[in-house]
């Protein structure tokens, strides 16, 4: 490459690889903690979603890669947010909401916590809106990740954790879930604590597992970062989406004795309502750590619609059966698709919440997950994301169990499913050869 002098300059790529990580820009921080960096052309690549979903269109796949639901939300929660936009007493339904949210969902949002988990919110000082849940997560991360420092997860994990972790200046080290049942090891977690070490990222209901956290394992994780002067960041965006008994083992972390002197929590709209496009979360915590979150968020998004803010508020408050239908609905895809699975010889976990399964294709194949997924999308006709994919580095050997996991959607309508299913049985034994 020639420079504007006429003489050769080196690419931007080799140009930035002699950058020490501390002093590259935020942009490439971003991409390599998230795993879309490209190394040799220096340029950010597409997240795993958008090129599985890309792929998919592309070989006319059925997407069981994406997370997001093929039907909307409840129809009476749709028309209230359309009288919102026109109703002056949201107050004005289309200009900036205040920068906390809407009164009426902060409250909204206190007594979903008080009826469903007996946990006192003041809803003017300890319940914050954001325009989604990783803006929630996001700003929890910049809050309280000091630069330099080192921040903990479980793995594999929601990717924007990383992309955010290295925002702040610090750097992301996992503890990774074990199959078949993918439990936190809590001593493992307090083993990887060191002097660097400044905050936790815990997610339950987690994704991609499906695991529920019992209260017991929320207590030991609230006592390490006790003991050690950590803060807490826990991802609850699957909160009103958990099956069977773990319905009633679910607990928010903030439930937890001395939980709100390090945690905070982060919950979602669009999960809870099938509705992810309106971008509406929240974050939950004591009033000192809230306000340190806000540092930060103001200067993100500041706020988010107010129709949609006040339509979710009618939906907490009184959700018309359709939490539990919803839940449900998601069980029964569950069940149709691990049904589907273990007769096409892969191995799916039994995931208690969410939208996904897991599923070791270590008995059929010898590919990696990345691999297989490649071959089921092209060759089979169904697109799958790999485990793989949502670790830290891609724990790129490919020994390790984490390689032979794929994460199938099942917050599809049946029909989706069974296609899916229909299409794995069909071609899958050609495929693989």
């Known amino acids: 490459m020639l420079s504007r002098s006429g003489h050769q300059s080196e690419s931007a790529s080799a140009a930035l690889s002699r950058v020490p990580l501390d002093h590259r820009p935020l942009w490439a921080k971003a991409a390599i903690g998230a795993n879309t960096f490209d190394f040799e052309t220096a340029t950010v690549l597409p997240t795993i979603y958008e090129r599985t979903t890309a792929a998919a269109l592309a070989h006319d796949a059925v997407n069981l890669g994406q997370g997001f639901p093929d039907r909307e939300g409840p129809d009476w929660l749709l028309a209230a947010a359309a009288e919102a936009i026109t109703d002056p007493q949201v107050g004005p339904p289309n200009q900036y909401a205040p920068g906390l949210g809407l009164p009426v969902l902060r409250e909204a949002v206190a ?4 009826r469903r988990y007996d946990v006192t919110l003041d809803p003017a000082e300890q319940v914050m809106i954001t325009t989604g849940a990783t803006e929630g997560i996001t700003a929890a991360i910049l809050a309280f990740a000091e630069p330099g420092s080192e921040v903990l ?3 594999p994990h929601y990717d924007s954790y990383g992309a955010c972790t290295a925002l702040a200046g610090a750097e992301l080290k996992g503890v990774p879930l074990r199959a078949p049942d993918f439990r936190p090891d809590v001593d493992a977690l307090e083993a990887a604590v060191t002097d660097r070490t400044s905050l936790i990222l815990i997610n339950t ?13 929320l207590r030991r994780v609230v006592d390490i970062a006790r003991r050690h002067g950590l803060r807490i960041m826990c991802d609850e965006v699957y909160e009103h989406l958990v099956f069977d008994d773990a319905a009633h083992r679910h607990r928010t972390i903030l439930s937890v004795p001395g939980a709100q002197e390090v ?7 669009g999960k809870s309502f099938s509705l ?21 968020k103001q200067f993100l998004s500041f706020s988010s619609g107010p129709a949609y803010q006040w339509a979710i508020a009618q939906g907490l408050r009184d959700d018309h059966g359709f939490f539990a239908a919803n839940a449900a609905a998601l069980a029964a895809g569950r069940d149709l698709l691990r049904e589907g699975l273990r007769e096409a010889g892969l191995r ?16 059929v194949t010898e ?17 799958a994301i790999p485990v793989a994919a949502l670790t830290i580095q891609h724990r790129a050997s490919t020994d390790d169990e984490l390689q032979r996991l794929v994460r199938f959607a099942f917050c599809k309508e ?8 229909r299409r794995l049985r069909e071609r899958l034994p050609a495929a693989l050869g």
């Open 111 to 114: 007594e979903d916590h008080r």
């Open 153 to 155: 997860t479980f793995e």
């Open 205 to 217: 209901p987690h994704n991609p597992t499906g695991t529920v956290f019992s209260p017991e394992e």
């Open 263 to 269: 945690a905070v929590a982060v919950g979602s709209a």
């Open 276 to 296: 992810t496009g309106w971008k509406v979360g929240w974050i939950t915590g004591s009033t000192e750590l809230l306000n340190k979150v806000r540092g930060v």
């Open 348 to 363: 799916p976990n039994r995931a208690e919440a969410g939208y996904f399964v897991v599923a070791d294709i270590a008995e």
């Open 367 to 383: 590919l990696s997950g990345p691999q297989f997924c490649e071959v089921l999308t092209r060759e089979v006709g169904v697109a």
């Open 414 to 421: 049946p029909r989706t499913i069974e296609e899916a299913m």
